[in-house]
């Protein structure tokens, strides 16, 4: 009676809505938070990303938003789910993502492929400026600082190549990279090396087979 079935094997049921929200009135704050987290852990057990996110969020368990969120960023980022992302990102304090590389750098490209362009452009600036060390998340965004500064700056192409040798075997952001440097060369009328880079940065953007990639090497 209280229960409806969600799938036709009858596997998967929730409670009647009226019910639920019956339920929900009788339970305090301490007792919501805690049944959020203990439906986080159990999305996470079951290998339910999206699902695991939300309770942790409604938990105020930001932790463990945090690392999920970390581990189910870039999956997101190259399924073009940006308005997802957008909204893990805005659920979490500026400085928790400021202290992981991984989600700054995810969040900026973001802001770059939703045409928030000069806060993409602001935010891998302060990252760049502030990291001593430099790994494979700062490269993307000297990638990005690359694909900015073929209309804005002359830099382009070291800025392209710097992120290049930081990324490593990353196929997404090489073919960025490289269709940064190709556009750079094109600039300057170095018309067979650029081509040989777009090129190069088509043949990756197919390896990595996301249109993300391949739509802006292709053009």
Request: glycine letters at 10%; a negative charge.
């Amino acid at each position: 009676l209280f229960l409806v079935p969600l799938d036709a094997e009858r596997h998967w049921y929730r409670y009647h809505r009226l019910f639920a929200d019956y339920l929900r009135a009788q339970i305090g704050d301490d007792a919501r938070r805690d049944l959020h987290e203990r439906a986080a852990g159990w999305f996470e057990a079951a290998g339910l990303a999206s699902e695991a996110i939300e309770h942790a969020l409604a938990a105020g368990a930001i932790d463990r938003a945090l690392r999920l969120i970390e581990s189910a960023a870039r999956p997101a980022f190259e399924a073009g789910e940006l308005a997802t992302l957008v909204g893990w990102l805005d659920a979490l304090p500026a400085g928790r993502i400021a202290t992981s590389p991984e989600l700054v750098s995810l969040q900026a490209w973001v802001l770059f492929e939703t045409g928030r362009v000069g806060d993409a452009v602001a935010l891998a600036e302060r990252r760049l400026g502030s990291s001593a060390v430099r790994g494979p998340a700062e490269g993307r965004l000297l990638i990005l600082r690359g694909m900015m500064a073929t209309v804005t700056g002359p830099d382009a192409e070291s800025l392209a190549i710097e992120g290049l040798g930081l990324v490593g075997e990353d196929p997404l952001f090489r073919s960025f990279g490289l269709l940064a440097a190709g556009l750079a060369r094109l600039a300057r009328g170095e018309y067979v090396p650029a081509v040989e880079t777009l090129r190069a940065g088509f043949e990756t953007a197919r390896r990595a087979g996301n249109p993300m990639a391949v739509i802006p090497a292709v053009n």
